[in-house]
């Protein structure tokens, strides 16, 4: 097994005109090559600042992030990122979106026009390449946002609350899509949710994060068989993984059961 990420007493506390925010506290953990790691906690323990530091976009206050053979120590552009919103630009194509990628990165296109194309024929957008953003829907959008992180073919796939702000029915869909992508590409994926459900069916370890500042509550290994389909959430094996998570929220405050007033417990 390699090592692709290396994360090792992980600190951030922000600086603000109230004094510092301590947002994530001593975070370590090791994701081997190919795996699928969600990360799971409760709004503001600090995913998305982990992500950001990952990337080198943040800097940390403390401890080390190693990815491949590369400490980050700035910005580091070896991987690819997809946000909770697609962020695609409205008067390039669906295409010209995609591509954006390599044009950011000074490289030639020539070589990656046939890859994007089958990205897209991947993500059942074939066909759509020279329609604009505003002629699809926010699943679709969110599709052409996963071409696009993943034309220049990173090993790494950070991925940040992907498909939070899509209708049930189609975050369902592109669950299973984003498990077909995953196995077929097995790159390393960084997958942050606040979704039991999602978490368990997609990873092969759910990291669950305590409120803020965020550390690691719990490192759950999930031993179901792939692929998994919907019905995987109906399983009994599926349930007890979501049980024990659940369980850990209400723990820590998080959850609370009907009637029940709680305080939030670090
Ligand atoms: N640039 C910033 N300056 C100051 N505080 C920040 C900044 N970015 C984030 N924070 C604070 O750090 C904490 C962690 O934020 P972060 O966005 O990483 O949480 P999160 O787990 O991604 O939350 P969510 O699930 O809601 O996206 C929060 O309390 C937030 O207010
Ligand atoms: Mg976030």
């Known amino acids: 097994m390699t090592l692709a990420v290396r994360i090792d007493k992980v600190t ?3 600086a603000s005109a109230t004094g510092g925010i301590f947002a994530v506290e001593e975070v370590s953990l090791d994701i081997e090559e190919g795996e699928f790691v969600a990360l799971l906690g409760p709004s503001g323990c600090g995913k998305s600042t982990l992500l950001m530091m990952m990337a080198g976009l943040v800097t940390k206050s403390g401890g080390t992030i190693q990815i491949g053979t590369t400490k980050v120590e700035g910005p580091y552009t070896n991987l690819g990122i997809v946000f909770q919103e697609a962020n695609l630009l409205d008067w390039r194509t669906v295409m010209k ?26 993500v059942g957008l074939e066909g759509y390449e020279n329609r604009h953003p505003y002629e699809l829907s926010g699943g679709m959008q969110q599709r052409v946002s996963i071409c696009r992180a993943l034309l220049h073919d990173p090993p790494l796939l950070l991925m940040d609350e992907p498909f939070g702000a899509l209708d049930a029915l ?30 368990v069916l997609l990873a ?19 031993d179901l068989p792939r692929p998994r389909q919907l019905g995987t959430r109906e399983t009994p094996a599926f349930g007890a ?26």
């Open 204 to 222: 092969d370890r759910v990291i669950v994060m305590t409120p803020r500042p965020g550390k690691i509550g719990a490192v759950i290994p999930i």
């Open 97 to 122: 979106n995609v591509m954006l990628q390599i044009e950011i990165r000074g490289l030639d296109p020539t070589p990656y026009r046939q890859r994007a194309n089958e990205l897209l024929r991947m």
């Open 12 to 14: 951030k506390t922000y």
């Open 241 to 266: 993984y979501a049980k024990r998570i659940r369980g850990m929220f209400e723990e820590w405050g998080v959850l609370r059961q009907h009637g029940e007033t709680g305080e939030v417990k670090p």
């Open 170 to 199: 189609t975050r369902d869909q592109l669950n299973l899509d984003i498990q077909d992508i995953w196995m077929a590409s097995k790159k390393t994926v960084l997958f942050v949710t606040h979704s039991i459900s999602e978490a």
